[in-house]
């Protein structure tokens, strides 16, 4: 196992000892106005527009791949005009996961919450003591929030660090419905290969009315509770979740209630083939559920969601606050009055030695992330010294 993770910290160490950080804060992403972060390790494009994290690469790589969605491709294949504002990648849902109520449509609102749409101001785009550093916000007029959020990549990382505040301008408290719609896409999503881990948790698939959903199947049991990966499956048996099937036309998601009494919450997609991991390490008091997201059509663009929130299906306001909890665990967040909240989580793109096939458990301790693979019996250390 020591012969298996010292290579690479040591490669690691190397890398950032030649590589500098550096900001652009006038990048221009796929024609959308963009800040462009850079550590020693990895490369990070931030949209102005709707404050998307549209890409993540290794930094210096010849023929970097993105493993984030790319919606705009998903538009040209649906042969619709590709959308000039809004989601890419890994978005931010505030406030509000998922579809609207008639009454709140009628009145303007849209789904997934405003700050996805709106452009967001960028208060510093720049350098402090070697790390790169992009401080944002935006104003949510229609639900009378603002959000700040930081992003930071030091210098010798493989890591981002985000934390964000969540502000109420109102005179009472309400719930709010929060969520990092983090999505992976192909080609780094592929059939059969790219596999997907969860920290323990309790899982459920999403209730549902029907068989299909815009021509899409669901090809898993409605609002039936299992254990991950291991998924009951309508056509009968189990089917494991991990990896996107070989062959499927289909629409599922399922809910993960993460475990409440852990410091640290995680999900990993990983490459194996193109030894290639992205990450996320965040804590479950402050997301306590993830939703993951299949869309597998059988042709084109495939994504998924890696949705880390404060809920655990993307539903109408009114439906999870009737609801209120499930497991136990609240479906929403209070927002005291005129006061903020805060949430942050940890990002990673890292290279995996050979042989390297999926994340079983994270340790965060002492300025090192530790990634351990149980079925290979191999681990990877990054350095991780900073906070969310």
């Known amino acids: 196992m020591l012969r298996a993770h010292r290579p690479m910290t040591f490669v690691l160490a190397m890398l950032a000892a030649v590589a500098h950080a550096q900001v652009d804060p006038e990048h221009s992403y796929r024609g959308r106005s963009a800040v462009r972060l850079v550590s020693g390790l990895v490369e990070l494009v931030v949209l102005t527009g709707g404050g998307s994290i549209a890409s993540i690469t290794v930094a210096g790589d010849p023929q970097p791949l993105n493993p984030l969605w790319d919606s705009l491709r998903g538009d040209r294949e649906r042969g619709r005009a590709e959308r000039s504002s809004g989601a890419l990648g890994h978005f931010v849902c505030v406030d509000g996961f998922g579809p609207v109520s008639p009454e709140e449509q009628a009145a303007g609102m849209l789904g997934h919450g405003e700050a996805h749409r709106l452009e967001w101001s960028t208060e510093f785009a720049g350098l402090e003591g070697g790390t790169a550093v992009l401080r944002q916000q935006v104003t949510l007029p ?14 010798d990382e493989s890591m981002v660090y985000v934390k964000a505040r969540l502000e109420s301008l109102l005179d009472f408290d309400r719930p709010v419905n929060w969520a990092e719609h983090a999505t992976i896409g192909s080609p780094f999503l592929e059939r059969g290969v ?22 899409l199947a669901h090809r898993l049991v409605s609002g039936a509770e299992f254990e991950w990966p291991m998924a009951p499956l309508r056509s009968g048996g189990t089917v494991d979740l991990r990896a996107a099937p070989l062959d499927s036309h289909s629409l599922d998601h399922t809910g993960h209630r993460l475990d409440p009494e852990s410091e640290w919450a995680f999900v990993t997609a990983l490459h194996p083939e193109k030894r290639l991991l992205l990450g996320y390490v965040f804590r ?34 009114r439906e999870v606050v009737t609801q209120g909890r499930l497991f136990g665990t ?59």
Do not use: C, K
């Open 142 to 155: 229609r639900v009378r929030e603002v959000l700040r959020r930081e992003i930071r990549l030091p210098q």
């Open 194 to 215: 790219t596999v997907v881990d969860i920290s323990p948790a309790r899982a459920i698939t999403r209730p549902r009315e029907g068989s299909s959903r815009n021509g």
């Open 330 to 388: 609240l479906l929403y967040r209070w927002l005291p009055a005129r006061s903020a909240i805060e949430a942050g989580y940890a990002m990673f793109l890292t290279r995996t030695p050979e042989g390297f096939l999926g994340v079983d458990s994270v340790e965060w301790r002492s300025g090192i992330l530790r990634l351990s693979d149980g079925h290979s019996g191999q681990s990877i250390e990054l350095r991780a010294r900073g906070e969310i």
């Open 284 to 317: 479950p008091r402050e997301f306590p559920w993830l939703q993951t997201w299949e869309h597998y059509p059988r042709e084109g663009l495939m994504a998924r969601g890696l949705e880390f929130g404060t809920q655990a299906f993307d539903l109408p306001r």
